[in-house]
């Protein structure tokens, strides 16, 4: 089978190959999909530059440790090279282990989570079977692909993370990303109000007509003077953040008393600088989100409880995003180059 592999860590696509590999055989919780299409997000591009393994080697557990782990626990090893990517994607369960759960995936298509050292990239892959999510008969490829990280990550977030109320604000970051267009759906459905974040004004229109309730263009508008009126000098209880840097910090000083800020993303800086007291004095927090480590931590039943949540928020369009362009899997490169191009349009998918 064909798979896309990283060879090293490089700032550019040098040590990408395609691959010739053997067919996997999936153990007792796992599953084989056979796969149809495969989504390219930022976060690929952490296991491409390495980015995730810095980033680990500062965390506690792995102080003085040779090797890199996820958890504390060390049952998730930060893979060795060569590995495949790919985070999500779509395909047939042809093949499972022999556990109950992996069993009655057996046949069905399935959204999965995926990533190194077997990604989503790649014509054939193994995940766990709790990481393989039956998706509804009516979503196309390109959007059962999708279905995953940006849909589990934002309905995750707003509604089991932050639990976020009727009639409250919401303040995120990246405000015109297939994410957070995603929150400002939920908003709608589930009547919180959202003031989104975004670096463009000519953002402005769309996002309001997709349901956004207020839009700051920063840094060009003062972004604590907009929360302020917005608020009536409140401030927000829920905030979310995927950029990093100034915009952190300043969004930190938005929070109201008992106030939650999640962090699920780096797009400008991994650092930020925050004044102690202004954590202090409002009781609020920050904290961090990783889809993959969320997921992980779910007992089978709320696993099927959320899927089933998300089945029916799906048919209602909630997480629709748009697809800019799908590549073959050949031509990986193209598809790599215009993933990381701001005006793309949508997500860049890779088909099998």
């Keep these: 089978m064909k798979s896309l592999v990283v060879t090293g860590f490089a700032e550019d696509l040098s040590n990408m190959e395609l691959q010739q590999r053997s067919l996997p055989e999936p153990a007792a919780n796992q599953v084989r999909v056979k796969m149809l299409r495969a989504v390219i997000n930022p976060s690929d591009f952490n296991f491409i530059r390495g980015d995730y393994k810095a980033a680990l080697q500062r965390l506690i557990w792995n102080y003085q440790q040779e090797q890199c782990c996820f958890d504390p626990a060390r049952t998730m090893p930060y893979p060795e090279h060569p590995y495949v990517l790919g985070g999500e994607g779509v395909g047939i369960v042809d093949a499972c282990g022999s556990s ?134 409140r401030g927000v209880c829920y905030a979310m953040d995927c950029v990093g840097g100034q915009l952190t910090s300043d969004m930190s000083r938005c929070l109201s008393v008992n106030a939650t800020m999640l962090l699920y993303g780096t797009l400008a800086a991994n650092g930020f600088s925050v004044n102690s007291r202004d954590l202090m004095m409002p009781g609020c927090r920050i904290e961090g989100f990783f889809a993959g480590n969320w997921l992980a931590q779910q007992s089978t039943l709320k696993l099927i409880s959320t899927i089933r949540q998300m089945a029916k928020l799906s048919a209602k369009g909630i997480f629709h995003a748009e697809v800019a362009e799908v590549f073959a899997l050949e031509d990986y490169l193209k598809a790599l180059e215009l993933s990381q191009q701001p005006s793309r349009g949508g997500k860049v998918l890779l088909s099998f």
């Design 100 to 233: 109950l759960l992996a069993r009655r995936l057996k046949g069905k298509r399935v959204a999965i989570s995926a990533g190194p050292p077997e990604g989503s990239w790649q014509e054939y892959t193994l995940v766990d079977a709790k990481k393989a999510i039956p998706v509804p008969e009516q979503l196309s490829h390109e959007q059962a692909a999708m279905y995953t990280i940006n849909p589990l990550s934002s309905f995750a977030m707003v509604r089991k993370v932050l639990k976020v109320e009727a009639g409250e604000y919401l303040l995120q970051s990246a405000g015109n990303s297939a994410l957070a267009k995603m929150v400002i759906a939920l908003s709608k459905e589930f009547g919180f109000r959202t003031i989104n974040i975004v670096r463009n004004s000519d953002q402005k229109d769309e996002l309001k007509r997709l349901g956004a309730d207020e839009v700051i263009v920063y840094p060009e508008e003062d972004l604590l003077a907009k929360v302020a009126s917005i608020t009536r000098s």
